[in-house]
C-alpha cells in the first residue's frame, strides 16, 4: 500500500512538464509526431544528405520516444533500433552497446569522440540518439565494424520556454528534472538542463544518486554564423552492483538478491565540454569548427566475487559465493579538434564535397588492488556486514593513450535523379601506447590506417530506394603481449558489405528500411599456445544477418516503430574459439512500440521487446534464455499545460537477464514495475 500511495501523492503533489500546447477540448492533441520518435538523422554523411538516398544503414531515436516509454536510463533507450543490444556498464553505472555483434567500446557526442567509460549524458539531456549501422571509421575514426552511436544533446532555442518533470515508482525512485530555455535577444539565448535522481531501484541496498547539470549558450553572431559553447557535469553516487556471476545457481534467485555488501561504494564524477561555430550553407559553402573536452573519474571500494584460491571456487555447490574487497580508481581524459568544409554545386549533376581534418587524444589509467582475504556469502541467505580488510595485492596498474591527426574526403553525386554515388575515405596517423606498471612491460605502436568507403543508390520512384555499399574500420590492438617475432601490432580491420531497401510514403509519415549485410573483423589478437607470452594476429570474426526498422503515423493519432534482426555473429578463426558465437549478441531480436491518442486528452501506449538467448562468455559455456517483456503507459492531460504518465514497464513480471560488461557477469532485468511522472511546459 505504500508504495501506491507514493505514487498516488506524486502525481497530485508534484506538477511536472508535458510536452503539449493548449488546445480546443473537441479537438485531438498529438503531443508527438512520427518525426519526434524517428528523427532525421545526418549521421551517415555529415551534408544532410535526406536518408531516402544515402546508401547506408542508420536510425535514431527521439526525446519523445524515450519520454513516451518511461525511460530513466539508456538501458532500454535502444531497444527499438534493429541490430543492437545492452549491456549493463562497471557497476551498472553506465550502459555500453554492441552493435551487429560488436562491441561499440567509444561512443559519439554531438560528434565528438568520447570514451564509453564516461557517465553518458542524462536521458534528460538528450535530444536523440543515432545510430549508423556497419564500418563508420571513413567519417569518424577508429571504431569497430558493428557502427558508432551518436548521443545529440539538447541546444539553445530562439524562444522562452520551461519544462519540469518529476518522476516515482513503486522501487522509491524519485526523479525530477528542469529545462529552462532562455532568448535573451534575437542574437544570444542560453539552456539549462538539469537533473536529480534517488537512484533507488529494485535491486537491494542499491541506490545510485545522480545530480546533472547541462548549460549552454548560442551566439548568432550574423546570418549564417551561430556558435554555440556547451558544458555537462555529471556527480553520482552510489553503491557498486555487480550483480550475477555465470553461475545456473544463481539464475534462480530474486531479482533483487544483492550479493555484494550494503558498505559497497563507488563514485563517478564526469565534465564535458565543448565548442562548435558553423559558418554558411551547404548549398553554397559551409566551414564547421569544433573542439570537445570530456574527463571522468570514478573510485570505489566493494566486494568484488572471485575465485579464493585451493578448494575455494567462485561458487560452491552449496551456494556459496566468494569474494574479496577491492579498491579501484579510473581516469578517463578526451580530447578532440575538428575543422571541416562542405559544398554543394553543380546543377545538371550536383555534387557534395566534404573535407575535414580532425586531431583527438585519449588517455586513461586504471588501478584495481585487492585484498588476499575471502569473505564468502550465501547466495541464498546472505549475511552482510563481512569486514574489510586493506586490499594488499595489485591487480592492475596501468596506462594507456591513442594520439591521432586524421584528414577526409567524401565526394556524393547526383548523377541522374534515380541515381547517386557517394565515394570517402580517410586517412589516419594513430600513436597508441599501453604501459603495465605491475609487470614493467609496455606495448606501443605507430600506424597509419587507410579507410574507404563506398555506395550506391538506386532512386526507382514512388518513395523506393535501393542501396548498396562496402566499408572498412580499424581498432587499435595494442596490449603489452607482445607479438610474435616482436613485431609492431597491426589494428584490427573490419569490411562490410550491404545491400538494402528504403521507402518512405504517406509525405514521409511511413518509413521503412530493410538491410542484409555481411561483416568480417581480422587481425585479431590470439594467444600463441602453450602459455606462450605472445600472440598472432591471425584471429576473425564475422557477422552476417538482416534487418527490418519501420516507423509510421499512418493517422495523425497513431505512431508506431517495429523492428527485427537475425545476427549471425561467430569466431571464424583462433586458435581456442573456433565456431564459437560472439558474447552478448541475440541471434534473434524484435521490438514494437506504438502510441495512440484517443481522446483529446488522454492517449495509451504499448511495446513488445522480444530477446533471444545469447551467450555470456567467449567460451559459450553460459547461455542466458531469451524473453519477451511487455510495457504500457496511459496518457492524461488535466489541464493544458499539465500532463500526468503512467508507465507500466515489464508489465507481465517477465523474468529475464541482461548481460554484463564481462565474461563472468549478468544482471536480472526489470521486474514489473509502475512509473508515474507529471509534467508541466510554461
Known sequence: MLRKSLLVTAIISAPAAAQTTAAKPDEIVVTTTIEAYDPTSDIATRTGTPELEAPFSMDAVGAALIDDRGLTTLTDALRTVAGTAPISGIGNFNTRFRLRGFAANNILRNGFRQAIGFNVTDVAHIDRIEVLKGPASALYGRFDPGGVINIVTKRPLSDNRFFASSTIDEDGQLRGTVDLNWAASETVSARVNAAFDNGKNFRDFVENETYFVAPSVAFQLGNQTRLIIEGEYSNRDGVFDRGFVSNAQLLNLPPERFLGDPADTYRNRTTATSATLEHGDIDDVRLRLGASYSRSRSDGFYFFPVAGGAGVPLVSAAGVLNRRIQTTFDVQTDYSATAEVAARFGSAIETTVLAAVEYNRDEGTSVIRRSTTNAPINIFAPVYGAPRPAPNAGIVDSAASNDSIAGLLQIETAWTPWLRTTLGARLERLESRFTDNLTGRSGAADETAFTPRAGVTILPGNGFAIYG??????????????????????????????????????????????????????????????????????????????????????????????????????????????????????????????????????????????????????????????????????????????????????????????????????????????????????
Open 469 to 682: 555499399n562496402f566499408g572498412r574500420s580499424f581498432a587499435p590492438e595494442v596490449t603489452t603481449r607482445p607479438i610474435v617475432d616482436n613485431v609492431q601490432p597491426e589494428p584490427s580491420i573490419g569490411e562490410q558489405f550491404e545491400v538494402g531497401a528504403r521507402w518512405e510514403g504517406a509525405d514521409g509519415r511511413i518509413r521503412a528500411n530493410v538491410a542484409l549485410f555481411d561483416i568480417t573483423r581480422s587481425n585479431i589478437r590470439v594467444a600463441e599456445p602453450g602459455g606462450s607470452p605472445f600472440d598472432r594476429q591471425v584471429g576473425e570474426q564475422r557477422s552476417r544477418g538482416f534487418e527490418l526498422d519501420l516507423a509510421a503515423q499512418p493517422v495523425p493519432e497513431l505512431r508506431f516503430e517495429a523492428t527485427y534482426a537475425y545476427v549471425d555473429a561467430e569466431v571464424t578463426r583462433d586458435s581456442l574459439l573456433t565456431g564459437r558465437k560472439l558474447q552478448a549478441t541475440p541471434t534473434h531480436s524484435a521490438s514494437i512500440w506504438s502510441r495512440l491518442d484517443i481522446h483529446p486528452r488522454f492517449g495509451i501506449g504499448a511495446g513488445v521487446f522480444l530477446v533471444s538467448d545469447r551467450f555470456v562468455d567467449t567460451q559459450n559455456t553460459f547461455a542466458l534464455d531469451g524473453f519477451a517483456r511487455a510495457d504500457g503507459a496511459i496518457y492524461w492531460r488535466p489541464l493544458d499545460r499539465l500532463e500526468v504518465q503512467l508507465n507500466l514497464l515489464n508489465a507481465f513480471d517477465a523474468g529475464y537477464f541482461e548481460n554484463g560488461n564481462t565474461n563472468n557477469n549478468f544482471y536480472p532485468g526489470q521486474p514489473r514495475t509502475i512509473r508515474a511522472t507529471a509534467k508541466v511546459v510554461l
